[in-house]
């Protein structure tokens, strides 16, 4: 089986990938989220036959990883930036995803990679980063939505949504003032176009918006349950093995 690790510094975006690696017998090791961490995690493991490599990461461009380590692992970069930008990638024939990612542009990349077995030896991520030339570039997140209303189309600030959620195989954005909306993009979209200093999903049914917290409470096997102003469609628990995460999101 193939060993990839994620190195993406927006966590709801890395685990989205990894259920699609996953979905295609992608076995991922870890996930790592900064230069720093990523440094000392080279430094003291095996290193993976493929590495999905976000360019912007919270510390600095991803390129400043392999000026501390050497790797030979293939890399796929994951990426926001335009195609313009991409030209780079292009002329050095390297394999790219644009965010959000794709699930067939996933697979044909993973089947790219089992075909020709090659180790991208040639890359020169040196050259690579100054071809971008956009350093400090940061991502840009969708500021309104548009909801269908009958036969009207009706674009809702992200300030005035309280939550996302699905149910019955749909997704719905619910608004301060306790109005529910049906939106296109599924949950795992919506993690990306949503900024995680506002936004958190808290299980696989919901997104909430932090200033829509009321109130925050312990429930049953070590879990949180979560009230929001008006709120009233199911309960909102926070699964068990987001608890640590989401309290560090709170904090920061």
């Known amino acids: 089986m193939i060993k990839a690790i994620i190195i993406e510094d927006e966590k709801p975006a890395a685990r989205r990938l990894q259920r699609m690696l996953e979905r295609n017998d992608i076995e991922v090791v870890t996930l790592l989220h900064s230069i720093k961490e990523s440094v000392e995690w080279f430094m003291n493991n095996e290193h993976p036959d493929l590495i999905f490599l976000d360019i912007q990461l919270s510390d600095g461009l991803s390129f400043d990883i392999f000026e501390h380590i050497e790797t030979k692992s293939a890399i796929i970069f994951t ?7 991409l030209r780079a990638f292009k002329l050095n024939s ?4 644009l965010k959000p990612i794709d699930e067939e542009e996933l697979e044909a990349a993973i089947e790219k990679f089992r075909k020709s077995k090659q180790k991208n030896e040639q890359i020169d991520l040196h050259q690579l980063r100054n071809l971008l030339s956009l350093p400090g570039k940061k991502k840009e997140y969708k500021s309104r939505f548009t909801a269908q209303v ?8 992200v300030a005035e949504i309280a939550c996302f959620y699905s149910e019955n195989k749909a997704t719905y954005l619910y608004s301060f003032s306790g109005r529910n909306y049906p939106v296109d993009e599924p949950l795992e979209v919506l993690e990306e176009q949503l900024d995680p200093k506002h936004f958190y999903r808290i299980n696989r049914k919901c997104i909430i918006n932090i200033s829509s917290i009321h109130d925050i409470l312990s429930y ?3 879990r949180l349950q979560i009230k929001l102003e008006k709120f009233d469609e199911f309960p909102l628990i926070v699964s068990r093995e987001r608890v640590k995460d989401f309290k560090t999101w ?3």
Do not use: F, M, W
Not at 94 to 97: E, F, G, N, P
Not at 151 to 157: E, G, P
């Open 94 to 97: 390297i394999d790219y995803l």
């Open 150 to 157: 009958g036969q009207h189309l009706k674009l809702v600030d």
């Open 250 to 252: 709170l904090n920061n």
């Open 220 to 222: 049953t096997n070590s």
């Open 79 to 85: 990426t926001a930036y335009d195609e313009y930008a």
